[in-house]
């Protein structure tokens, strides 16, 4: 069965920082696709980073710089590192696993950031 699950969010001081994790299981870890997505509330859930089976990442242009995605296959683990934190980083940040082998996707269960001024 596939699970993904979340954790590392909280609550914050603007310029602080925050490493969010994904630990995934039903997959072959090391052969999927991971991705970081964020939902303001109020707002529509944004794409926030993608860290390809390859190692590949990206990032929304306004993001790049002080958020930083990485992986541990080791661990079945995606990670989030976010630095230098502002208010507007608020949001529920849901990571996504996509597996290109059987075509199958899965989101988790979302973990709560909140910056404050």
């Known amino acids: 069965q596939v699970q993904l699950v979340e954790s590392g969010g909280g609550q914050v001081q603007a310029g602080e920082s925050l490493r969010l994790s994904c630990v995934v299981s039903?997959?072959?870890?090391?052969?999927?696709?991971m991705t970081w997505y964020r939902q303001p509330p109020g707002k529509q859930r944004d794409w926030v980073s993608t860290?390809?089976?390859?190692?590949?990442?990206q990032y929304t242009d306004s993001l790049k710089g002080r958020f930083i995605v990485s992986r541990d296959n080791a661990k079945s683990t995606a990670y989030l590192q976010m630095n230098n934190l502002e208010p507007e980083d608020t949001a529920v940040y849901y990571c996504?696993?996509?597996?290109?082998?059987?075509?199958?996707?899965?989101w988790g269960q979302g973990t709560q950031v909140t910056v404050s001024s």
């Open positions: 996504r696993a996509f597996s290109p082998q059987t075509g199958n996707t899965h």
């Open positions: 039903g997959f072959i870890f090391s052969q999927i696709h």
């Open positions: 860290i390809w089976a390859s190692g590949l990442t």
